[in-house]
T-cell receptor, first 109, second 113 residues
Framework: TQLLEQSPQFLSIQEGENLTVYCNSS?????LQWYRQEPGEGPVLLVT???GGEVKKLKRLTFQFGDARKDSSLHITAAQPGDTGLYLC?????????WGAGTKLIIKP | EAGVAQSPRYKIIEKRQSVAFWCNPI?????LYWYQQILGQGPKLLIQ????????DSQLPKDRFSAERLKGVDSTLKIQPAKLEDSAVYLC???????????FGPGTRLTVL
């Protein structure tokens, strides 16, 4: 079974701090997706990374795909309360989207 | 453009009872997915439809779960009989085709007592 392991499971920080969350696997993926899920809502796609070493930026969020396409990171600069949510990574395996367990992020004002 | 609609939003039942969930995908989306998300875990695909045909139901517990997508639009997911371990959020998603971006509904939170 190909697994996506996310760390940390839970992170609570003050507004204005920086943070990085990780998504790791022993398997190679052709692409990897990051989602944010807010309470009572479904996940919303933030970004898809495709090329090994690729870096994509979405405002204060920076996503990186590992050179070997086995891992990815999400860095948030100057976190804001609006960044609070569950951050999930996902990747296709055997034509099915498999998901990590997520990092629950709380940004305190 | 309207998003994916799901109902009900919440459901509480006792074990061994039956329950059904409804999903209306984004108009024109050919692919529809049902996921189960247990607290503290990521979503797990239960079944994937392409129009009104089943593409993948390998993780659907077929002894108690069933799903249909009549006319290739709306879909229903049924659990009969429910078990305690079925307590979860059931998410419906749709995409214009596979493997394009999936758009998720708000989910139905099921509690089995």
């Amino acid at each position: 079974t190909q697994l996506l392991e996310q760390s940390p499971q839970f992170l609570s920080i003050q507004e204005g701090e920086n943070l990085t969350v990780y998504c790791n696997s022993s398997s190679v993926f052709s692409s990897l997706q990051w989602y944010r899920q807010e309470p009572g809502e479904g996940p919303v796609l933030l970004v898809t990374v495709v090329t090994g070493g690729e870096v994509k930026k979405l405002k204060r969020l920076t996503f990186q795909f590992g050179d070997a396409r086995k891992d990815s990171s999400l860095h948030i600069t100057a976190a804001q309360p609006g960044d609070t949510g569950l951050y999930l990574c996902a990747a296709y395996s055997n034509y099915q989207l498999i998901w990590g367990a997520g990092t629950k992020l709380i940004i305190k004002p | 453009e309207a998003g994916v609609a799901q109902s009900p939003r919440y459901k509480i039942i006792e074990k061994r009872q039956s329950v059904a969930f409804w999903c209306n995908p984004i108009s024109g989306h050919a692919t529809l997915y049902w996921y189960q998300q247990i607290l503290g875990q990521g979503p797990k695909l239960l079944i994937q439809f392409q129009n009104n045909g089943v593409v993948d139901d390998s993780q659907l517990p077929k002894d108690r779960f069933s799903a249909e997508r009549l006319k290739g639009v709306d879909s229903t997911l049924k659990i009969q009989p429910a078990k305690l371990e079925d307590s979860a959020v059931y998410l419906c998603a749709s995409s214009s085709s596979f493997p394009n971006e999936q758009f998720f509904g708000p989910g139905t939170r099921l509690t089995v007592l």
